[in-house]
């Protein structure tokens, strides 16, 4: 058990952005505003980071279409096997359009209805995954809303596993688009079904039939944008009355990934609105990001005392593993170490002795731990000797 006493006092080491850190350089202090959506809701993150470089009104709940199938997509994946045979039900073969039609009772693969939802947007074959993974449209639905809580979403409210414009006693369907792009982020680079998600939402035309044969069906994927730019990397459309235009994209330039959504993004006859903001975006990532390197400074050593009263003080040296890369605007780094002053023996390598907290200007931006680099015990090497020479008086 560590017991500390935590020092007032925080060694600061300040490093000024620019320096010998800076990768690339803003060529204003807010290019914000040098973006014009159509979007009402917008955001762009950078996907290795999670920073935010724009932002419009990111954090509104709002309806979101066809987006919510990502979720839908990856939960799928996760949960299920792509071999699976799924039953579509009479109420998937009720679903409005856009629809792939299928019948009640007829059977499919559920690899091939994950690629009929993602590449041609249909609705009914989201029924049928959600039936088939959570039994029902309804658990599904908490299985959705439990895994964007995982995720970290805080604005998302899901009801149907295809998006369709819906309300409940607890809410209206839909998330933010900074929750979207959450959703996203995850879906393309952290979930350990990534490559499979990525797989499905790149794969421009697939076709596939009923378990009978009887049946052929061809899905082209609509994500226009897709050809639209060479580092476009996977995306998703959606449109309802209640959401307008929305997109949830991403797109891979010099080496980093960048994820964007767009909701609310103009209504019938403005479908082209959403790949002119998506263009703005990708371009204003390339023009205005900048990646600085956190590197932590060498960190303090420790004070240890020990039972014995033959021992004297000493010390122990610790680390922080710090070494990523963040986005930020011009301005000074500070690394703080709070750590503590003095660490009672016996002492686990390893330990968390303290943190290092990392602020851009004022902004807090991450925490460290530090921890101890070796094992000590309360016992020391003096205290050996003298029990054997202890011992040998007897």
Request: charged share 20%; net charge negative.
């Amino acid at each position: 058990m560590l017991v500390a006493a935590w020092t007032a006092a925080s060694l600061v080491i300040q490093f000024l952005v620019g320096n010998n850190i800076f990768i690339k350089a803003y060529a204003e202090e807010d290019n914000t505003a040098d973006v014009q959506l159509f979007a009402r809701n917008a955001i762009l993150l950078d996907g290795e980071t999670g920073d935010i470089l724009y932002d419009k009104c990111s954090d509104e709940h709002r309806p979101n279409a066809s987006t919510t199938k990502i979720l839908t997509c990856i939960l799928a994946i996760e949960c299920g096997n792509l071999a699976d045979d799924v039953t579509a039900s009479s109420y998937a073969s009720k679903m409005p359009e856009v629809r792939l039609g299928v019948r009640d009772g007829e059977k499919y693969t559920l690899e091939d209805m994950l690629y009929a939802m993602m590449l041609e947007s249909y609705n009914d074959a989201a029924v049928v995954i959600a039936e088939h993974i959570g039994g029902s449209v309804q658990h599904f639905a908490e299985m959705m809303n439990a895994k964007a809580e995982e995720i970290g979403c805080h604005s998302t409210y899901f009801i149907t596993p295809n998006g369709l414009d819906a309300q409940d006693e607890n809410g209206v369907h839909g998330t933010s688009a900074e929750d979207l792009v959450r959703i996203m982020r995850y879906c393309i680079l952290i979930s350990p079904q990534k490559d499979e998600f990525l797989k499905i939402t790149r794969t421009k035309s697939y076709t596939f039939t009923d378990n009978t044969g009887n049946r052929t069906f061809a899905c082209i994927n609509h994500n226009a944008f897709l050809d639209m730019m060479p580092c476009a990397l996977s995306g998703k459309t959606g449109f309802t009355c209640d959401a307008g235009y929305c997109y949830i994209g991403a797109a891979e330039v010099e080496g980093h990934t960048y994820i964007w959504a767009l909701l609310g993004c103009g209504w019938p006859n403005n479908k082209t609105y959403k790949w002119k903001d998506s263009r703005a975006l990708v371009a204003f990532a390339q023009e205005h990001t900048i990646y600085t390197e956190l590197k932590a400074p060498a960190s303090p050593d420790i004070r240890i005392t020990y039972s014995s009263g033959s021992s004297a003080d000493g010390s122990t040296a610790t680390k922080c593993r710090l070494n990523r890369t963040v986005t930020a605007s011009e301005g000074s780094i500070q690394y703080v170490y709070k750590v503590a002053d003095t660490l009672k023996a016996p002492v686990h390598k390893g330990a968390v002795a303290g943190s290092l907290e990392v602020y851009l200007d004022d902004e807090l931006i991450d925490v460290e731990n530090v921890i101890v680099s070796e094992e000590i015990a309360d016992v020391t090497f003096k205290d050996e000797i003298i029990k054997v020479l202890y011992r040998a008086a007897m």
